[in-house]
Nanobody, 115 residues
Framework: QVRLVESGGGLVQAGGSLRLSCAASGTIFRINALDWYRQAPGKQRELVAGITSGGLTNYVDSVKGRFTISRDNAKNTVYLQMNSLKPEDTAVYYC?????????WGQGTQVTVSS
């Protein structure tokens, strides 16, 4: 079993920054991919950014140039640095880990960007 705990969400004004963290614990042999998803009210959950065990990253177009995903393999932690935040970034942000053939989700952290 793998447990993911997100932190770092909150309320910020447009143009501001937040840094999300997701720490993985439990029975971990190797985490393949770590991703950040988000879900806004009334919308489907979408992939925001992902990073592989080798450090390859990908981003949804709407956050390119503003968000940066990184990981600390020694700490089994993934980060999402969010800059130049916009009201449309408001959502619950979820961490997802792919460990072998299994997928695990965190409980989510709320990010609210005021205009």
């Amino acid at each position: 079993q793998v447990r993911l705990v997100e932190s770092g969400g909150g309320l910020v004004q447009a143009g501001g920054s937040l840094r999300l963290s997701c720490a993985a614990s439990g029975t971990i042999f190797r985490i393949n991919a770590l991703d950040w998803y988000r879900q806004a009210p009334g919308k489907q959950r979408e992939l925001v950014a992902g990073i592989t065990s080798g450090g390859l990253t990908n981003y949804v177009d709407s956050v390119k140039g503003r968000f940066t995903i990184s990981r600390d393999n020694a700490k089994n932690t993934v980060y999402l640095q969010m800059n130049s935040l916009k009201p449309e970034d408001t959502a619950v942000y979820y961490c997802r880990a792919v460990v072998g053939l299994n997928t695990y989700w965190g409980q989510g952290t709320q990010v609210t960007v005021s205009s």
